[in-house]
């Protein structure tokens, strides 16, 4: 079974700074890439960020130049760096992990939530 931990977030000021981590256990096959999803109330889930094995990079419009994706594919493990946080910012945030050709399983962690506010 594949676990998705994600740890971190909680509560920031404006222009306050944030970050969250993602570790990834018990997969069977390597995972190709790994990045984060956002989600606020009464909206669909969207792309923060997501990165691969190689450190290609996709950012969602919305936090291209204040977010930073890293991760160490010895530990399975992505990073999220938040900057000059908004309060649309706030939403839950899920961690997500895809396995590489062929199998291309993906995989959600439970979220944890992020709460822009002065």
């Known amino acids: 079974q594949v676990n998705v931990v994600e740890s971190g977030g909680g509560l920031a000021e404006p222009g306050g700074s944030l970050s969250l981590s993602c570790v990834v256990s018990?997969?069977?096959?390597?995972?190709?890439?790994m990045g984060w999803y956002r989600q606020a109330p009464g909206n669909q889930r969207s792309l923060v960020g997501t990165i691969t094995t190689g450190g290609n990079t996709d950012y969602g419009d919305d936090v291209q130049g204040r977010f930073t994706i890293s991760r160490d594919n010895a530990k399975v493990t992505a990073y999220l760096q938040m900057t000059s946080l908004k309060p649309e910012d706030t939403a839950v945030y899920y961690c997500?992990?895809?396995?590489?050709?062929?199998?291309?399983?993906?995989?959600w962690g439970q979220g944890t939530p992020v709460t822009v506010s002065s």
């Open positions: 997500y992990a895809e396995e590489g050709w062929p199998n291309g399983a993906k995989y």
């Open positions: 018990g997969n069977e096959f390597p995972i190709y890439k």
